[in-house]
């Protein structure tokens, strides 16, 4: 059996520059897909995939999250003064136990490896998730409860990948495919932001994985890659020499809410799901009678 993961990092210092005006003073991991945050969608599915340990690495202006994941006494009073059982239940169930919650800050927006090498002394030497959290999946069981079911066979790393169109190869990063299912594949190798032409595959890394602590060294040395910032994916495509990558081609869909489009389609889509909303949003989209 391969060393337990307990440990999940969320790297949430991103400047949120696509989402201005409303990432201005808020950080963009609150905006919200109906009424929960963005960040929140990402701890929760840690939560399922049995994560003990949430490690966020922040930066100025993001002091909310902290909020957010932290007891608002008043908040806690006046629901059970009102008798608004059902949310307070909700709020305790949600909130990371006393300890479990540890913040650091990536000084300097140096990139997304460079944010990842920032969690090395809360994470230590052991195998960790990584979530991002603009990516917001409909999956069930959840995305990386998946993969920890190829981690629990194959040890080693493990990248959530799903298919994208060729257009949009050059937003992400992209996989080759070995051999082996969609539920755990051999990943052959790994570039960040390719031209249509030179990507791999039309697998994406679509924002979940598990990793090995040897990232961490790889990280140290602060090579900087596509659009001069230190690339995550670098490093993985360095690891690969000499540990093993597994691709999951889970059962569900991304949205990236990092972009708009990605965004507003998630609100529909996670509304149109939420018994207490469908009917009601079904009829007023119905009465706008849009020409789609
Ligand atoms: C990052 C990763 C990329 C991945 C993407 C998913 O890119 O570097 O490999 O496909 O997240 O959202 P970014 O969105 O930070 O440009």
Known sequence: ?????????FPVAGL???????????????????????????VDEAREAGIEHFVFVTGRNKGVIEDHFDKQFELELTLERRGKSAELEE?????PQAGQASFTRQQEPLGLGHAVWCARELVGH????????DMVFKARPG??????????????????????AEADVSSYGI??????PDAGFRITSMVEKPKPAEAPSNLF???????????????????RGAGGEIQLTDAMQTLIR???????????????????????????????????????????LRALDLDL
């Open 1 to 9: 059996m391969p060393n337990r993961v307990r440990t999940a990092v």
């Open 16 to 42: 949120g520059t696509r989402f201005l005006p409303a990432t201005k003073a808020m950080p963009k991991e609150m905006l919200t897909v109906v009424d929960r945050p963005l960040i929140q969608y990402a």
């Open 91 to 95: 709020l305790q169930r949600e909130l």
């Open 126 to 133: 052991q195998p960790f998730a990584l979530l991002l959290p």
């Open 143 to 164: 995305v990386l409860k998946q993969m920890m079911q190829a981690y629990e066979a194959t040890g080693g790393n493990v990248i959530g990948v799903e298919e994208v």
């Open 175 to 180: 996989v080759g495919r070995g051999e082996g």
């Open 205 to 223: 890394i679509s924002g979940r994985y598990i990793l090995q602590p040897e990232i961490f060294g790889l990280l140290g040395q602060q090579t």
């Open 242 to 284: 000499t540990q093993a990558f597994t691709g999951v081609k889970y059962e569900g869909r991304v949205f990236d809410c990092g972009s708009k489009i990605g965004f507003l389609t998630a609100n529909v889509v996670f509304a149109l799901e939420r018994p207490d909303l469908a009917g009601h949003l079904r009829r007023e």
